[in-house]
């Protein structure tokens, strides 16, 4: 929840996109790399965002596939990337890359970029709003600097590690932990048949034990919504680094644990971030269910 909105119970703040927010975003970074990290990647990504939002034709269709034939990729997932790349490669040429798309480059600088250009494809191909653009910057190996850019939302949420997690503009935290029965928990499903099957045996037996269960399609915008109060926890087993780099950023500055199987953080094998109480619960239980295997 954003401090405005945990009083008033209304989200707050207005859409990052203009050089005057990110300036009032990144001066309260004391850092001067993650200050610049900051900026160059609330940048990226909203000027990612105006492409895909003004850009997509009408006509848009399935440019690939990757791991199955409901896996997709569209043109608008290579511009985006390649407009992301380019853009910090102008002003970072030293950098690496890591994204979805396939830009992997190592670089000389310390700096890896962790990008997914379009985070929920698959709404976007269908003009569902649960997309978005996250951007990750980490140094030595460590994720230090996360953007996630919604258009469809009009929000932009950020985060520096020891620095707090934003939400346009405004500090946002995770909600005080219910108890499991009454928490409201987000995932997602694979695109492989065999692997689905098997997280549908896991949410059939997880759901008589929570509030609800929620699928946005989106893990980078869930992670998030972690973080600003929407949901109580998210797990999924599957993801890429690009797919939670930057909102598993996100969601421990709001004040959320993430990891993986216990004692692990995320990983491919399964992520999973919820408020502190919460966490404690959900992830020995996923444990059981067996959340981390097919």
């Not at 890359?97 to 191909?125: C, H, K, M, Q």
């Not at 978005?132 to 919604?150: C, D, P, Q």
């Amino acid at each position: 929840m954003t401090d405005a909105a945990s009083s008033a119970g209304t989200p707050a703040g207005s859409p990052t996109g203009t050089g005057t927010e990110t300036d009032r975003a990144t001066a309260a970074v004391a850092d001067p790399l993650r200050r610049e990290l900051l900026g160059l990647a609330l940048e990226a990504a909203r000027r990612a965002g105006a492409l895909l939002s003004e850009g997509r034709p009408a006509d848009l269709g399935v440019a690939a596939t990757k791991s199955s034939p409901v896996d997709v990729v569209t043109e608008m997932d290579l511009a985006s990337e390649k407009l992301i790349t380019g853009f910090l490669a102008d002003h970072r040429p030293e950098d690496g890359f890591l994204g979805e798309e396939g830009a992997s480059t190592e670089g000389g600088s310390g700096v890896r970029w962790v990008i997914d250009p379009i985070d929920g494809t698959v709404n976007y191909l269908y003009g569902q709003p649960a997309w978005a653009v996250s951007i990750a910057a980490e140094h030595r190996g460590e994720t230090v600097v996360g953007v996630v850019h919604v258009p469809p939302r009009g929000e932009t949420y950020h985060a520096v590690l020891g620095a707090g997690a934003w939400l346009n503009g405004e500090r946002v935290r995770c909600r005080p932990s219910p108890p499991l029965e009454q928490a409201l928990i987000g995932t997602g499903f694979n695109y492989v048949a065999g692997r689905r099957q098997a997280q549908a045996g896991v949410v059939r037996r997880l759901l008589p034990r929570v509030r609800d269960i929620r699928r946005s399609g989106s893990a980078a915008i869930d992670l998030c919504d972690v973080g600003g109060g929407r949901l109580d926890g998210f797990y999924e087993r599957g993801l890429h680094p690009w797919d939670f780099a930057a909102g598993d950023l996100v969601a421990r500055e709001a004040g959320a644990l993430t990891g993986g199987r216990p004692g692990s953080p995320p990983t491919g094998e399964l992520t999973v971030a919820a408020s502190p109480g919460v966490f404690d619960v959900l992830q020995p239980l996923l444990e059981e269910l067996g959340a981390w295997h097919d």
